[in-house]
């Protein structure tokens, strides 16, 4: 799980950076829609039961100013977004800004084991970059 996962990544980077080359964009900029795109998509295609899991990763969109697609459960919820956190390396002024989303709920990896949502959205949003990128 955790080397799809990161070889979804390394195929994403490489087209964030081919569309900031190609379009001239704002690096910073297209990082933060990126991330936000990767993390909505990733809640659209996670199991739900009680919505903790996807709640584990809400914080980024809340930030950002997105509702969060998360589930039936008030507790779980609440419980699920004290369980995520983010890192936002895009306002620091670097060469290379990113975004960390951090899903803490104990059993996220499982549930990427089983449906692989996390790197289906990953992939889906390097591919439509991709297309971008060659416009």
Known sequence: ?????ELEAEKLNEAIVRLIKKKGAAASLVVRRVATAVVVDWQRGMRVDTGRARAGCSAWLIREGVTPI???????VVQGRSEGSFEDGTRQGGDAPFVVVTNGVVYVPKLEEMDGALSTAIS???DHIARESSR
């Open 1 to 5: 799980m955790t080397i799809r996962v």
């Open 70 to 76: 998360e589930g039936p459960s008030g507790a779980a």
């Open 124 to 126: 889906r949003s390097a």
